[in-house]
């Protein structure tokens, strides 16, 4: 890794909180109530649940291989070269990734805040800090999701408890959704929301006590997704699941009808629309920063600095693909289901051969 190992558990925790909060905090509660109507609080435990999973896998293998990234230890596992062309496909993947957050971010502030401003200046702003900040190693790299992460969790809670003086508990039943098949569906989509703590493997190898990733994964999964969870029951309970299907980011709608009691601020989107750029950029900066050490590591190269201004062009090239915010949502949801063959079920597969490999050693030594 080249880092000296200094990142704590609390960072760790940390880092996967303020990477998993980010861009999809606002379609959330749509994608959750198109599923499952007002069965969506089920359909989002249930996709947080199923992220949990893959985030346990990865950090178990963190475990087993303690000095290496999953760009290194696929390669003991599976052999040079097919770990090799899987590690492709992972880096494919969160370059699309970063392109697609990028974009979204652009057509948010575009739409609600900046109107006049072009969609390609707020995505290349966004982009260029992400690339700058990630010339710093892992260290620097953990210092600045510690800094923001109060600015990113505190606020959101805030205007989550208030916004529950407005809610009606009958919005949220029955509890149970109506289409078996649709609610299967959308616990992927919501699950794909979760993908950023792949960042974990990343993490691992800079930890003090990496024998403790399982205790950093399971807070930070409990923490984001709880919040997840709450911003979706706060959504459906305030303004009813037939309603939540007409708009378009429910969530910054839910902080405009909030208010501060004693009208001290009659409306908080200004708020939470500043901190869900802090939390958008701790996405992206994460997902860029994996990107660029995940090519440094594959190709064995000595520095990951100057790939970060080589892969600006391309991941701007991926954020201006979509023609407009519906066509974005479609391939995002699309992307997202289809990247957790890559998120989940490709660690499962590394660990489940990682396991038999041990097992065969083990009776071979007996």
Known sequence: MGDPKEITTLQATTI?????????????????????????????LLGIGFAAIGLFILAYLGIRHPDKTIIMYSEDIVGKWLGRFCSLFVISFFLVLTGLAAREFGAVVVTAVLRETPLEVTVIVMLSLACISCRNNINVFAYIHNFYFPMILAPALIVVALSLKNANILYLRPMVGNNFKEMMAGMLTISALLQGSFIITMIIPAMKKPQKAIKASFWGIFVSGGLYLLIVIATVSVFGPEEIKHLFWPTLELARTTSVPGNI?????????????????????????????????????????????????????LAMLPQNILHMYEVIQMIGRAGLVITIMYPLLLLTIDLLKGWRQKKREE
Not at 273 to 292: H, K, N, P, R
Not at 293 to 302: A, P
């Open 265 to 317: 601020l009659q409306r908080l989107d200004v708020i939470f629309l500043a901190v869900w750029v802090t939390a958008v950029f701790t996405t992206l900066f994460s997902s860029y920063f994996f990107t660029i050490h995940s090519i440094k590591e594959l190709f064995r190269l000595k520095d990951h600095k100057a790939l970060s201004y080589f892969i600006m062009p391309i991941v701007f090239v």
């Open 16 to 44: 996967l909180i303020s990477t998993i909060i980010g861009v999809g905090v606002l379609p959330l509660p749509l994608f959750a109530v198109r599923a499952g109507d007002s069965g969506a609080p089920l359909v989002t």
